[in-house]
């Protein structure tokens, strides 16, 4: 299974490349600097070219950087996006330090920006589940659960299509179980 429609907005999972996606918003994992780095961050920096970079360095200036589990939205510069909406995912140490609860709000903050700007299509990596090394199945089950819940409680959303870009098969895999198993 790789859809499903949830109220009136559609979600979809693919293997690929976030970066070329067209859809109204990326979500792109980023560090609190917001002065892209590694993984899915540094791939977006650099397809997006140097539009998002000033971007976020303005919004550096202003409010010194984006706190885990919140979001800013930026333009997307080269990407075939219109924006790119980044979020600074938790670190994993073991659960003990609020992490599912930071990583759901990387998911609902993002999605209450893309609603914000009337956006209609986002399209999200798996939030934390690189290098910041959160459990994966777990990752999956917050951010399809944040995603529900998020429709369920904004029925009126501008969002009509939700994507999960998973990098690899093992992250789509998990996705996919996740979604069957919430039957929808």
Request: hydrophobic residues 40%.
């Given at each position: ?57 303005q ?17 997307a ?57 959160f ?38 895999s ?11």
């Amino acid at each position: 299974m790789n859809d499903i429609q949830m109220g009136q907005t559609h979600i979809v999972l693919l293997q690929g490349d976030i970066t070329v996606q067209h859809v109204d918003a990326i979500v792109n994992a980023a560090n609190s600097s917001l002065l892209g780095g590694g993984g899915v961050d540094g791939a977006i920096h650099r397809a997006g070219g140097s539009a998002i970079l000033e971007e976020c360095q303005q919004i550096r200036n202003r409010q010194g950087g984006c706190p885990t589990g919140e979001a800013v939205i930026t333009t997307a510069g080269r990407l075939p996006a219109k924006h790119v909406i980044h979020t600074v995912g938790p670190v994993w140490n073991g659960g003990s330090n609020h992490e599912q609860q930071l990583l759901a709000q990387c998911y609902s903050h993002s999605l209450q920006l893309a609603d914000e700007h009337q956006l209609t299509s986002i399209a999200f990596p798996n939030i934390s589940t690189g290098i910041y090394h959160f459990p994966k199945k777990e990752a999956a089950t917050i951010a399809l659960n944040t995603v529900k819940e998020y429709i369920e409680q904004h029925p009126a959303t501008s969002l009509k299509q939700i994507m999960f870009v998973c990098y690899d098969a093992d992250n789509l895999s998990l996705y996919q179980q996740q979604l069957q198993a919430m039957n929808v």
